[in-house]
């Protein structure tokens, strides 16, 4: 987020440039067209600006309609430029040191997030809120602090009692948080929406503060929070009544908890992955209590037998999501039969269990509304049992088939003419699947936003050319498909316009020209896995550079390219966040000096077996000041002296550290013991 | 009316057993006798109230005097009763005199004297069965049912009175005969004759009791806080005394024991007859007496002696404190009986003697059952769950269940990570101070010449000191925020631990040193 000066006047070049270039194609037609006029309204006008006629109703009309792209809209006027800066309700800061100007400036924020924040601490907030009369804080709805792990209870509770009408927290893998943040949390009485995943420290007590103070609480998210036991859930049941989703995943509680929980009234969706200590006894409280449950998961939840889920299931009538992973060994055909009063069942995920064509044929002939169906790592789905299970379910939008070796492309076809409305396929590791499955799927499943086609060894460039008319596609992965190659890739980076995300992990005969139709094509791109393509150089790094978007950039183990390739991406794509470039040796000095001077956004690098020298690491380390995770296993090139003063120069930012093992003993054990105390973790390679 | 007739009966038969007199019993006694028309003369009872009135006597007049003396051995002697309490003595050196002759002829005559009267409920047995349909068919079970509690009452007393004789046999009574609630009821025919005598007799009793109530008078208010007191300490324990408070026995139902002081406090009560090695449990001594040669070894000599027994249904027994005034004794208006002698023990140690096992964690808790420390210690430090209303738990889920019923209570996080500067002391820790300040002021009134005082005085100084500790820290938190906040914990680590005891401490001990102070002014 960088804060641009409002321009005098009317800016035409900007408003062009957000016209024309393939960047805005978001704005839909109708704002072109209404942009158009505009534009050429003001050209005939040439002096003022028409805007200052038009009131600001109408202009925040405007500004609704143009949904995605309100950056380069802010570019275009002094008035569009004012009018969304006060309907901006959300921001997300990346750089604490803009934080106060940008809230001047944006003076009607709900939303703040600073989960991307480094390194926010209790100095910063108190700065933040005793700066005189910036009252910002009273507007403030949402707080997203996820990650946040320099702020201390102190600065939480400052920071929450200064916000009155806060209704969301997000403090979810803040691990160093315990029972007097949650104690600090506890303050917020309007509270609706909590998010504590993964706050290892809160126990039973921090809990109890949480349902006590925020009695007004309706989703809570305790996943993670592995102190927490019974008595905690007991209470939470019993203080916060109007709870509408609970994820208790991973906790070590007990049936007695569900016994606590059934007596919520209003709870819509409760979660409990992985909580290995809860049975069908358990199970069976639910089946009276909680009369509004939709949606159920009871994944990993090794106690569970069917005869439990189905005393869940015959309960709840309304039940919408069932999710059942990696617990039940086998369905049995009463819990199958027990679907079919479930009228509004909408997504089954049972990965992992034993199923049988026949139950498969129940599931489609009794889950007719079925819109996902999880099926990963089933054992013993067969072609007959999809087809049965599809020919059922026409509304299917999402179906994971990953690791379901025995389906060939029959099976495709068939999902391809039962299911129109399919968006997202999953069929990773299915090898018999080969382009004629793939060609059915390109002619009928025109809505597929999603597909999963890693390690397929059968999908080949034609098949590649029969998917690539799937031009809504948004993610593809084509992980270890060692059989395409440019040209497939050409075909996909033509007609995907929209593709996001691209997986190419260990396809080693993609080179520099598919990387070329590629940055034409998919200019949208955001993430892109070219780890082991050795066939690439830094042509096809050059021309990867022109996607402007691209925030994670995976380049491990590519012999061939150097510090020229690196430094056009570290210059042309500012979005940066997560760069790998391990084992790729020839990148030198000049490759990392251009990453710590432009790569202002880096967030995540690997520079494992990289050849960095002392001075530059350390100016790396210093230079980005949004690093959070560094790998630094095997540089042969930099002294331990060099390594210290690294760590040093980034002590107070970085969360996470990748060290050689080997330097245990050599590096101070001063440092190891600031870094411990600044909560940052070092993994020992 | 707390005892029936029938313990009143043994008391009355049996002299080494304590006789208490009480003015309500004979009014029951006519009750019954009223209603057991039906009951056939020759009951011996009566002969036996008047060929014994000295014994009768001698032991009715010495519970009360047992009642003075009793509530405070180890306290101050009430001034102006120095007189009695001579009397007293030359009571109990007299009752502690072995066997008297007298006596023994007195027993004597009475068994004869109850061997007829058996041969004539027998007599009158076989009369009926002569006659079987003259009555309604009701009131015929009815009379044999009452025969032969009769005659089982008529068995009783003779064992009991033949046991009496042997000189070694003190204070416990072999009584062995089935007396169950119904028939010890039906026991009290046996009295009517003997009200003749008894009542006479009684007024003066009365007025004797009349005459101690006065001189009790100053005693009583003491003993009533003293028991207040035992009550609060004893809550904190739930064993099997406190378990037994529902029983609800009907009175009589059961035979009272009363164990000497003595008794109750040594340390063993199995002595190997050999060696003359005490223990505690019998069952030690069978395996000790297998080293004084084979014939312990015989696998009869190593099993329980008393199960045989236990085929017949036996009496109930109870047990009573032999400390006066206590609701454990047999005199209170409320008694309640200990279940077993182990009950006694742990009663008597726990209420009447010094409490002489201190935590060596702590301090401050002080116990006189050495296993009630074990299980303090294991809990003593650690696991202090407070709320913020300042009330500690024990353990976690009392904490959240306590939480559970209050609105707005929360548990409070340890001091030592109390929340930070932005929160001025809130309601709740306004509370936590005003109930320290409370304890504060109630130690400074107690006497600090006891041993109890001056701990109380230790604790006011932690008192004094923790607050303060408390703030500054707080203090010295809220200006480090920012940096290093991490590393500004420790400093808390002493307080906390040193609060938590302290708000144990206090609440135990206000009530007992207030206790004390009023037992010291007299």
Known sequence: MNPTKPRCNFNSPSLFRSLTKPKSTQIQNINILFFIFIYLFIELMLSESVFCLLTEDLLIRILDRVNSDRKSLRLVCKEFHRVESTTRKTIRILRIEFLLGLLQKYCNIESLDLSVCPRIDDGAVSVLLSHGSVNWTRRIKRLVLSRATGLGYVGLEMLIRACPLLEAVDVSHCCGYGDREASALSCAVRLRELNMDKCLGVTDIGLAKIAVGCSKLESLSLKWCLEISDLGIDLLSKKCLELKFLDVSYLKVTSESLRSIASLLKLEVFIMVGCYLVDDVGLRFLEKGCPLLKAIDVSRCNCVSPSGLLSVISGHEGLEQMDARYCLSELSAPLINGLKNLNHLNIIRINGVRVSDFILQIIGTNCKSLVELGLSKCIGVTNMGIMQVVSGCGNLKTLDLTCCRSITDVAISTIANSCPNLACLKLESCDMVTEVGLYQLGLSCLMLEELDLTDCSGVNDIALKYISRCSELVRLKLGLCTNISDIGLAHIACNCTKLTELDLYRCVRIGDDGLAALATGCNKLTMLNLSYCNRMTDTGLKCISNLGELSDLELRAIPNITSIGIKAVAINCKRLANLDLKHCEKINDSGFWALAFYAQNLLQINMSYCNVSDHVLCLLMSNLKRLQDAKLVHLTNVTVQGLELALRSCCGRIKKVKLQSSLRFSISSEILETFNARGCKIRWD | ?522
């Not at chain 2, 806080?225 to 059961?254: A, F, R, T, V």
């Not at chain 2, 000599?301 to 036996?314: M, R, V, W, Y």
């Open chain 2, 1 to 522: 009316m707390l005892f029936t007739q029938v313990t009143l009966i043994n008391r009355i038969l049996i002299p080494r057993i304590e006789f208490e007199m009480n003015p309500t019993g004979s009014l029951c006694a006519n009750n019954w006798a009223r209603s057991s028309s039906l009951v056939p003369p020759g009951n011996g009872l009566q002969t036996n109230l008047s060929l014994d009135p000295s014994s009768f006597f001698g032991v009715g007049i010495e519970t009360p005097f047992k009642e003075i003396n009793q509530p405070s051995p180890t306290q101050c002697v009430i001034p102006g009763e120095s007189k009695k309490d001579v009397k007293i003595t030359d009571q109990e050196t007299s009752k502690l005199q072995d066997w008297d002759p007298s006596a023994m002829l007195n027993n004597l005559s009475f068994l004869e004297e109850k061997i007829h009267q058996l041969q004539d409920v027998v007599h009158m047995i076989v009369n009926k069965k002569f006659q079987p349909f003259e009555q309604p068919r009701e009131l015929v079970t009815q009379e044999q049912q009452l025969i032969t509690a009769d005659l089982t009452s008529i068995i009783v007393q003779l064992i009991s009175t033949a046991g009496s004789l042997l000189p070694s046999v003190r204070n416990t009574v072999a009584n062995t005969s089935p007396l169950i609630g119904q028939l010890s009821q039906l026991r009290g025919i046996n009295l009517p004759f003997g009200t003749g005598t008894s009542s006479g007799i009684q007024p003066q009793n009365n007025c004797e009791n009349k005459l101690f109530d006065h001189s009790i008078q100053n005693d009583v208010p003491n003993k009533c806080e003293m028991e207040q007191n035992h009550n609060m300490e004893e809550h904190e324990h739930k064993d099997e005394e406190d378990m037994e408070e529902g029983e609800n026995l009907p009175p009589g139902s059961y035979e009272i024991l009363q164990l000497e002081k003595e008794e109750i406090l040594a340390p063993h009560t199995h002595f190997c007859t050999i060696c003359g090695k005490g223990f505690k449990r019998d069952a030690n001594l069978r395996m000790h007496m297998r080293g004084h040669g084979d014939e312990y070894k015989t696998p009869a000599a190593l099993a329980k002696p008393h199960k045989e027994t236990g085929s017949e249904p036996k009496l109930i027994k109870r047990y009573s404190c032999p400390y006066g005034g206590c609701k454990r004794n047999k005199d209170h208006k409320k008694f309640q009986p200990l279940k077993t002698i182990l009950c006694v023990k742990n009663h008597y140690k726990r209420t009447h003697c010094d409490k002489s096992y201190t935590c060596s964690r702590c301090h401050t808790k002080k116990f006189s059952v050495i296993a009630d420390l074990k299980t303090h210690e294991k809990h003593c430090g650690k696991d202090k769950w407070l709320c913020s209303c300042g009330t500690t738990f024990s353990r976690k889920d009392k904490l959240f269940g306590h939480i559970a019923l209050f609105q707005g209570h929360t548990p409070a996080i340890p001091l030592e990570e109390n929340k930070g500067l932005a929160e001025p002391p809130d309601r709740c820790d306004a509370k936590e101070n005003s109930t320290m300040v409370g304890s504060m002021n109630f130690c400074f009134g107690s006497n600090p010449s006891s041993e109890n005082g001056i701990d109380n005085m230790m604790d006011v100084k932690g008192n004094i000191d923790d607050p303060i500790n408390y703030f500054s820290s707080l203090n010295f938190e809220g200006c480090n925020f920012g940096a290093f906040n991490e590393f500004s914990q420790p400093p808390f680590e002493d307080s906390d631990s040193s609060f938590s005891f302290l708000m144990s401490g206090s609440f135990n001990y206000a009530p007992k040193s207030g206790g004390e102070s009023c037992s010291d002014n007299l």
